[in-house]
């Protein structure tokens, strides 16, 4: 029987205002090639409520379509519940952040995220200034 391991470690994105979003798969292979996990599990999980994590073809189309549909979802500028109570005119990233959720499971195979030939993970930043968002990782699995 294999022995399990379990690696844990952070990336830190750099992002505009939101929506905005930035590919972090090859940040995410780095962290499992650092573990030495070769078959198991990668839980990301982005810090912050007004941030967040998918999967899609990082390309500039399906970049573009994606922000204009989370914006039509949770459009800036409607009155929001948040804004009333804070006046930071930010309930939108919130709202947006929610309905996108704040973390990615996803399978490692032989040292390698298990992902689509188009698919890539991505961190997404809703809010209405630039952030640094951290994404805490932890890898589980068996080692090489």
């Not at 573990?35 to 990082?58: F, K, M, N, P």
């Not at 500028?77 to 930010?90: I, L, Q, R, S, V």
């Not at 929610?98 to 996803?106: F, I």
Request: negative net charge; glycine residues 10%.
């Amino acid at each position: 029987m294999k022995n399990v391991a379990i690696y844990c470690d952070a990336i830190e994105v750099e992002l505009s205002v939101g929506p905005d979003m930035a590919d972090i798969t090859a940040q995410l292979q780095q962290l499992i090639r650092r573990s030495g996990i070769s078959d198991g599990h990668l839980s990301a999980t982005v810090v912050g409520s007004t941030g967040s994590l998918t999967t899609i073809e990082y390309e500039p189309g399906v970049v573009e379509d994606l922000k204009q549909a989370v914006s039509r979802l949770a459009p800036a500028g409607m009155a929001y519940e948040h804004e009333k109570a804070w006046h930071d005119g930010n309930g939108h990233s919130h709202v947006q952040a929610a309905l996108m959720g704040p973390s990615l499971d996803l399978p490692v195979r032989r040292g390698e995220l298990r992902l689509g030939t188009w698919q890539q993970a991505v961190a997404i930043n809703h809010d209405n200034r630039p952030r640094r968002r951290t994404v805490e990782v932890t890898i589980f699995g068996t080692k090489h």
